[in-house]
């Protein structure tokens, strides 16, 4: 009796050394294989896990398109912007990369530990946003360092361009249909499904249909129908997606914050230019708990009777926390793709109460302030000129990137 008990001891104890030893090996191959180099440049590798973390950040970052390229065609330029600047010897003093992540934090309305957590929460460790915004702030300094001798702007060039931006009269307006699904995490593959299922629409009828249906967005009374809109009211990293539309054609499915937004074409024209393009937008955002509950949309109600323009909701938000009110001025493509393309639908003093945020719990009182044309900016030469230096130096740094590309050894990309 005793020697079965034993024997049973033995046999389980082989089990259990199997399981333990294939569970390691399992887990070291997986780990191996993060390790893996998909790209090479000049030798240095790019290995599984680098690009991996990439492809989540350009997620995070509501990246449209095909973001496996775009992380290595960003992970190949990295290596390349690194390589020139060990050749200088040039590095970011850590006091300037913290404060480089801060106001990167910054432009998602997020303090650096908020947005940290964010980034853990997507699985998107801490050391690869360093790592990306380390390589974005130190090749800045070095084209600045390196080219800002070459580049003279004289009053000559501040007057000419002036002329040439105040000579544009027309401007591309398109006529959109769109549609918002909700996509809260417990819904997101649903979400995701349905937004495949009507990216191949063709039709102008099925995707009104579809909008009435599942559309967040109060346009759904109307089939997701848009009047015409100036491009350059549409965020930038969408702007050329939508002008590569046919007449009836929808866009991929594009994710935004707890949702995905689809855009049918229905008609495109040049018309008489109103202002320039705007170089900034101002808008507030005024924060209020319980989502889209009844009880906060009835608070948003009261909000919107009582403010004309974005200065009175200093008055509503006295002697609250800091936090519930938010007054920002941005370049377009620095505004968060779900709150671009509200604005896009705003005139100056118009409100949005279609965007929430912390999961659905908070509704966000989204008002235009200004749009900040080429033309107002114009009205200071000196904003001018600055425009141009960065222009002429963003058109040395791409020619210095392509350089290194074309001396480059690359393999994998």
């Known amino acids: 009796m005793k020697t079965r008990h034993r024997m049973r001891a033995f046999r389980l104890m082989v089990a259990l050394c199997g399981f333990v030893l294939a569970t390691t090996v399992g887990t070291a191959g997986a780990a191996q294989g993060q390790l893996t ?51 200088v010897a040039l590095q970011l003093p850590e006091a300037a990369l913290q404060t480089a992540m801060e106001e990167f934090a910054a432009r998602g309305n997020l303090t650096l530990p908020q947005f940290l957590r964010v980034l853990s929460q997507n699985g998107i460790q801490e050391q690869s946003l360093r790592d990306f915004v380390e390589v974005g702030t130190s090749w800045r300094e070095y084209i600045r360092s390196r080219y800002s001798r ?14 040439a931006r105040g000579n544009a009269t027309t401007e591309l307006q398109v006529a959109l249909n769109e549609i918002i699904i909700a996509a809260p995490p417990d819904r997101a593959a649903q979400a995701q499904r349905a937004a495949n299922q009507i990216a191949t629409f063709r039709s102008f009828s099925a995707f009104e249909d579809a909008a009435r249906q599942v559309s967040a967005l109060p346009s759904r009374e109307n089939g997701g129908r848009l009047g015409y809109l100036p491009i350059s009211n549409y965020p930038p990293q969408i702007q050329a997606v939508i002008l590569a539309l046919e007449p009836g054609e929808v866009t991929d499915p594009i994710p935004i914050t707890n949702g995905i ?38 608070t948003a109600m009261d909000i919107r009777n009582n403010v ?50 912390d999961n659905g719990e908070t509704l966000v009182f989204l008002m235009l302030c200004e749009r900040v044309s080429a033309g107002q900016a114009n009205t200071n030469p000196e904003t001018v000129r600055n425009q141009i230096r960065s222009q002429r130096l963003a058109s040395l740094a791409d020619a210095l990137l392509e350089d290194l590309r074309a001396s480059a050894v690359i393999r994998g990309e």
């Open 150 to 163: 070459q580049v003279t702007i004289t009053d000559a060039d501040v007057e000419r361009a002036i002329a």
């Open 37 to 87: 180099p998909v790209i090479t440049v000049n030798d240095r590798a790019v290995t599984q896990f680098e690009l991996n973390q990439r492809i989540r950040l350009l997620e995070l970052f509501r990246t449209p398109g095909d973001l496996n390229q775009q992380a290595r065609t960003g992970l190949v330029e990295d290596r390349l912007k690194q390589q020139e600047m060990a050749r």
């Open 308 to 357: 004309d323009t974005c200065a009175d909701l200093y008055g509503i938000a006295q002697g609250q926390p800091r936090e519930v009110l938010d007054r920002v001025s941005l370049a377009p493509s620095e505004i968060a793709s779900d709150i671009a393309l509200e604005l896009a639908r705003l005139d100056p003093g118009e409100v949005s109460t279609n965007l929430t945020r």
């Open 261 to 298: 937004a689809l855009f049918q074409m229905r008609g495109i024209r040049e018309a008489a230019r109103a202002v320039p393009p705007p170089v900034s937008i101002d808008y507030a955002a005024y924060y209020i708990p319980g989502g889209q509950s009844e009880t906060a949309q009835r």
